[in-house]
């Protein structure tokens, strides 16, 4: 396990306190689980998340005290004399976007988990790249030993198992996430369990999101082609609306089906299954252009001062929200990626879409438009 962790983290972490812990230390504790928590201190949402995080992490390890400041971590000689109860082999470490040491310093101070350190500047672009972060706060869980990523979304961890009673929160099938009624916009309900046997779609979207709309008329007619074909299909709608509504409104235009907009909670794992985000902007544009804004400012004068094109260029998306669609089929055994050139060259949509309309600073070799769909074609496990 050591050898993956020092690989990601190198081979020092920081505590609150500012003490150095090796990480193949973490291994001796028998950590199990580690959490990425990526933020900034000038990030608003960031410090409610801290507060929140650390009353979770207390539980979890049954601290005496879960709060900020709650403990410094884990100290470098830190050993487990015994098997630590499964709970405690959770660890968490901070992958700031600040420019400002003593923002980082203070922001830091209270944590009572660990952080990469501050001078660690190009270790943390590469995880902010690995792990596609394109907003903050993110929470990501994975597995300490494989390497493997557990839980995109540790956000909605926090908020649905407050008490850490579904550790390690792996994903569970499709077919126990979705187990429930299903709606259709005339008020028909039938169990989900009707669908046994289908190719299944799970639309992620929302009718204050205009990228989502468009999508949804392009998504209707590809749905009636399918339909009339005779195909064992159907699409599930999980609302991202802020109303009922909103969702009234929205679901009166599709055809298809929906998950109930009161049950919460089961809109909520299908959002953790498939890693589905959505926040607004509160700042964290700002933290990730931080991150990134010296660096792109050293490469372009590098390549100006030998009269060159940078090989990268750095942009700024032009929209204030970043929109929440995205289509994730449940139809085959093995899950493949590929990009089409457009939507209309398949008349089965089996994609997943995700516009970053959220103003971001990233580092791109292709300049898009902002709003612009990146389209993520992929097939997974049949329902069955």
């Not at 390890?61 to 830190?78: L, S, T």
């Not at 490469?299 to 929209?319: C, D, M, N, Q, S």
């Amino acid at each position: 396990m050591s050898g993956f962790l020092e690989e990601l983290l190198g081979e020092k972490l920081v505590t609150g306190g500012g003490e150095e812990v090796d990480v193949h230390s973490l291994s001796a504790r028998g950590i199990s689980l580690l959490g990425l928590y990526f933020g900034c201190s000038l990030s608003a949402p960031c410090a409610q998340l801290s507060a929140s995080l650390a009353a979770f992490y207390g539980r979890l390890r049954g601290d005496a005290a879960a709060g900020p400041g709650a403990g410094a971590g884990p100290g470098p000689g830190a050993g487990a004399a015994a098997e630590p109860e499964p709970r405690r082999r959770l660890e968490i470490v901070f992958v700031s976007s600040d420019q400002d040491q003593r923002q980082w310093q203070d922001f830091v101070r209270d944590m009572p988990w660990l952080a990469l350190p501050y001078k660690e500047k190009h270790r943390k672009l590469k995880l902010w790249n690995k792990y596609r972060i394109s907003n903050i706060p993110s929470l990501i869980f994975l597995d300490a030993t494989t390497g493997k990523v557990v839980c995109r979304n540790g956000l909605l961890v926090i908020r649905d198992d407050p008490e850490g009673l579904e550790f390690p929160w792996g994903p569970k099938p499709f077919r126990e996430v979705i187990a429930g009624p299903l709606l259709r916009n005339n008020g028909q309900s039938l169990e989900s369990s009707s669908l046994e046997g289908s190719h299944v779609g799970v639309y992620f979207s929302a009718h204050w999101c205009p990228p989502c709309r468009s999508l949804t008329r392009v998504l209707v007619e590809s749905y009636r082609k399918i339909k009339e074909a005779g195909q064992k299909f159907e699409i599930i709608f999980v609302s991202a609306d802020r109303s009922e509504d909103s969702f009234k409104q929205y679901f009166s235009e599709m055809p298809w089906l929906a998950v109930p907009y009161t049950d919460e909670a089961r809109r909520s794992r299908l959002n953790r299954l498939y890693g589905i985000q959505d926040s607004e902007d509160d700042g964290e544009s700002e933290a990730a252009k931080q991150l990134i804004q010296p660096i792109a400012e050293k490469i372009i004068a590098k390549y100006k001062a030998k009269e060159e094109e940078a090989p990268l260029l750095f942009f700024v998306a032009g929209e204030l929200v970043r929109a929440p669609c995205s289509f994730h089929t449940v139809s085959g055994s093995q899950e493949r990626r590929r990009q089409p050139d457009t939507l209309s060259q398949h008349p089965f949509i089996t994609s997943s879409v995700a516009s970053s309309a959220k103003p971001c600073w990233s580092p791109c070799r292709q300049l898009k438009s902002p709003g612009s769909a990146a389209v993520e074609w992929r097939e997974q496990s049949r329902m069955t």
